[in-house]
């Protein structure tokens, strides 16, 4: 699943596997994109502040469905 919510711009975000969770440190599979900045979350730390970081930001890009798949890369 991707969900992008952007309510004034157009931009391509792609998330890296060095892309870090601001809260923990653990690989980033959301960013989110606010008037005062952005942050990245791994799974856990975006989903206990999902509904806060909704109505606070206007960008988010949600890989986490992408979470245990093996990347094309790996093949």
């Known amino acids: 699943m991707t969900l ?4 004034n711009e157009s931009e391509e975000i792609e998330l890296k596997v060095s892309d870090r969770c601001d809260a923990c440190g653990a690989q980033a599979f959301v960013y989110v994109k606010g008037l005062s900045g952005e942050l990245y979350f791994c799974g ?3 989903a206990k502040n ?3 970081l909704k109505s ?3 960008t988010i890009i ?4 992408t979470i ?5 890369s790996s093949n």
């Open 4 to 7: 992008v919510v952007d309510k």
């Open 44 to 46: 856990h730390h975006y």
């Open 50 to 52: 999902e509904e806060k």
């Open 56 to 58: 606070w930001s206007f």
């Open 62 to 65: 949600d890989k986490r469905d």
């Open 68 to 72: 245990n798949k093996k990347s094309e």
